[in-house]
């Protein structure tokens, strides 16, 4: 059956992606692109350029409206609330109706809202809040300024970036996470360490304990005349909203506002009603199809299980989204006409920034093995993880793209290293390929 439609859910990185690599593959069918947001944007700058200021909504869309219209793309603003498998039929939120060949699943994952007492009555007062969208940023930048003091929930990327940011624009900030150091698993322990030593170097407050109760203080219109209130002026009698938050190690805090950056649960719903198999993720082959020949899903949503019947770990980083989106696209491509067929997966990339420093990983940094740290101008700055076989399988640098760029290269060729070249801060990265 020849391809003639095709509906991407979702216009996230992944989404847009896919329907990027449609458009320059000469896809010749109609493609349709549902998402409630409107104009595709992207994500990783809400909680660092976009937070700050420094960029704005135009700054951070894909392409401008006018892209979708030159490229033929339909750009429906609406939710998909269900959709069949064997039709191909798609229900809208208001009330329509649409239908394709293909479905591509790409709607990506919510931030997610731990079950601590307090905390429902919080959000819904708009006093706790979590950052996904870029309404959820623009709410969040309200509490962003000079007298204010905003605590966040969790160390993990997002909360740390937002703490940062929060920092730079003259915000009190306290940062509460029950384990020490955050992001151990994510870039190793010596550089956990050391990314995480920065919030404090930057005059962030750091817990380490675990929130066992939001309280939910004051509830009507502003205290001082520029809206904020200073931590000095926290009381019971308070006129605006504000939250006291009790800790398990049994003491209290108080804020204007909490980030609650706690991790995200991937979007299948759709796909589950839709009776395609879910396991932590829309579970997808390596050119992320779903069993139904159908649909197929890509991006955060996704999990990939591999050819030899292996479930991948769902990835949650940008680039995941995007070359999955490519791959589907490409496997698109390749299912309406001649292509030269699915693109390889490439192990799994993030970056992150914080207080002025650049951070990125590759592949797995938990997998069995050994992990080898560089050190750099004194301090932990690359951690390469070995196989038993001293093949590279991860790599977390700090201020050190170079050593990522590499060990890509090594992980993908599978090359054997001497774990004391890794180590060695005389040995030029680039020589590590050249070694074996
Ligand atoms: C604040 C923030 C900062 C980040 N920073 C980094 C970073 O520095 N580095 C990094 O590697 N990664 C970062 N990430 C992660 C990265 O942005 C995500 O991995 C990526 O956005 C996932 O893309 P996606 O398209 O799968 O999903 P999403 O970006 O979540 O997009 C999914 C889209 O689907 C739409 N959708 C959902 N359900 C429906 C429905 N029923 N009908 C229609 N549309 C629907 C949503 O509206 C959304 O627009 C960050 C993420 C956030 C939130």
């Known amino acids: 059956m020849s391809i003639e439609s095709i509906i991407v859910i979702g216009g996230g990185p992944a989404g847009f992606a896919v329907v ?3 458009r320059r593959g000469f896809f010749e069918g109609a493609v349709t692109l549902i998402d409630p947001g409107g104009v595709p944007y992207d994500r990783p700058p809400l909680s660092k350029e976009y937070l700050a200021g420094s960029t704005g909504r135009e700054g951070i869309a894909f392409e401008p409206r ?62 706790a809040m979590t950052l996904r969208t870029v309404q959820d940023a623009d709410r969040l930048r309200e509490h962003l300024c000079t007298g204010h003091r905003l605590a966040v929930i969790g160390a993990g990327l997002i909360g740390a970036e937002t ?13 509460i996470d029950p384990v020490d150091p955050p992001l151990a698993a994510a870039v190793g322990e010596a550089l956990a360490r050391r990314l995480h030593g920065l919030h404090a170097e930057h ?13 939910l203080r004051g509830t009507s219109a502003a205290a001082g005349e520029d809206g904020a209130v200073s931590s000095a002026e926290h009381s019971p009698d308070a006129a ?52 139904h020949p159908a649909v197929y899903a890509v991006g955060d949503a996704a999990r990939v299980r591999t050819s030899d019947a292996v479930l991948q770990p769902r990835a949650e980083h940008w680039e995941h989204a995007v070359l999955s989106g490519g791959a589907a696209g490409a496997a698109l491509l390749a299912e309406a006409g001649p292509s030269s067929g699915p693109e390889p997966v490439e192990a799994p990339w993030f970056w992150s920034d914080r207080y002025g420093v650049h951070v990125e990983a590759v592949g797995s940094m938990t ?21 038993e076989d001293s093949r590279v399988i991860g790599c977390a640098a700090i201020d050190a793209s170079q050593a990522v760029r590499v060990a890509r290269r090594l992980i993908a060729r599978g090359t054997v290293v001497d774990p004391a070249d890794l180590a060695d801060p005389e040995v030029p990265f680039k020589q590590l390929m050249r070694r074996r």
Do not use: K
């Open 367 to 387: 997998a069995p093995g050994q992990t080898v740290t560089r050190m750099l101008d004194g301090e932990p700055g690359v951690s390469f993880r070995l196989d």
């Open 240 to 291: 605006r909203a504000w939250l006291r938050i009790l800790l398990d190690d049994g003491s209290e805090l108080d804020a204007d506002a909490a980030l609650i950056g706690t991790g995200m649960i991937p979007q299948t719903p759709l796909a589950q009603e839709a009776g395609l198999e879910v396991d932590g993720g829309i579970v997808v082959d390596e050119a992320f199809r779903t069993a």
């Open 203 to 215: 005059g962030v407050q750091v817990r380490t304990a675990a929130v066992a109760e939001f309280q």
């Open 163 to 175: 703490a940062s940011t929060a920092r730079e624009l003259g915000t009190e900030v306290i940062l």
């Open 20 to 22: 990027q690599r449609l």
């Open 66 to 127: 006018e892209w979708f219209a030159e490229n033929e793309v339909e750009l429906l603003v609406d939710r998909v609330t269900s959709i069949t498998a064997d039709t191909g039929e798609v229900i809208l939120g208001s009330g329509g109706t649409r239908r394709a060949d293909r479905l591509v699943l790409a709607t990506g994952g919510t931030a997610a809202l731990p079950l601590i007492p307090g905390l429902a009555q919080a959000a819904e007062a708009g006093t």
